[in-house]
């Protein structure tokens, strides 16, 4: 949603919403993300998209906290996504199982790792390795992940941290896509209005990001997609010109990655 609807610049959490579950509102590049549900589906599935119902059950519940209430039409983008569960007990409803992950070490030494979630991937690789060291007799050694920074590290009060939200996921390389951007007053515009990144971010994508198709660029080197949906699709024609020409493609492939990051963007609109 538009940040307007939750100008707080703190995250709210509902500890229980109508059937129990968690329900959060965050600030986040300059919108605000809500959500979330928890659906059991019969079977995995490569794209997986929001109900209609989840949809409407977010709204209902966070249209009580919001500073304005939300409609279908004010959703910028929707977005959905499958967690693998570890289900001791077969009839167990999904909101009750546990978001732990489970390290199994099977009779003829194979290690593997079920459940867990994006935010304790670290812990995760830990208790993996730990245990696959023991399996293999190479005794226990420290981690040393949990003090070691990722790409592009920076503290926030550094002096040359970057004000701009759309620089600062970069870190410590935000000067190389300023240099970008700097060597051209084309790469200096935006994508798209409503959209906080500039024709530089799709030129440092394919350089140094190694992005090789359109949705690389506008669902995960940006966040356009996640943004705003319509916005990201209204941005394509002009981003795939962008990235044809850096990475040297023809116009049959700029027809075709248009033709499936429309597909896919399509199916984060809210009719």
């Known amino acids: 949603l538009d940040r307007s609807f939750q100008p707080s610049d703190s995250a709210l959490m509902v500890p229980r919403t109508d059937d129990g579950r968690v329900l959060f509102m965050i600030p986040w590049h300059d919108k605000v993300l809500v959500g979330t549900t928890d659906t059991e589906m019969p079977s995995p599935c490569e794209e997986p998209r929001a109900l209609d119902e989840e949809i409407d059950f977010i709204l209902a519940n ?9 409609q279908r039409s004010d959703v910028l983008s929707v977005f ?21 992950h489970a390290v ?3 009779a003829s030494g194979l290690v593997t790792i079920v459940g867990g979630k994006w935010t304790t991937y670290r812990k995760m690789a830990q208790d993996t390795v730990d245990d696959a060291l023991a399996v293999a007799g190479l005794g226990a050694r420290p981690c040393p ?27 410590a390389d935000h000067a190389e896509v300023r240099a970008i951007e700097a060597r051209s007053p084309l790469h200096a515009e935006l994508l798209h209005p409503r959209l906080p990144y500039r024709i530089a971010h799709v030129v440092y994508a394919a350089r140094n990001e190694m ?28 981003t795939v010109e962008i990235l044809a020409a850096e990475l040297g493609r023809s116009a049959e492939w700029r027809s075709a990655q248009l033709h499936d990051y429309e597909e896919l963007a399509h199916g984060y609109l809210v009719r």
């Open 62 to 70: 966070v249209n009580r906290y919001l500073a304005r209430e939300a």
């Open 80 to 100: 959905a996504g499958l967690r693998p569960l570890v289900q001791a007990d077969p009839g167990a409803e999904t909101k009750t199982i546990s978001r732990e």
């Open 104 to 106: 199994l070490v099977s």
């Open 145 to 171: 992940t949990e003090a070691l920074p990722i790409h592009g590290w920076m503290e926030r009060h550094h002096p040359e941290f970057p004000t701009l939200p759309a620089l600062q996921p970069y870190g």
């Open 211 to 238: 992005a090789r198709t359109l949705e690389d660029v506008l669902a995960r080197r940006t966040r356009s997609l996640l943004l705003d949906a319509r916005a990201s699709i209204e941005a394509a024609p002009r």
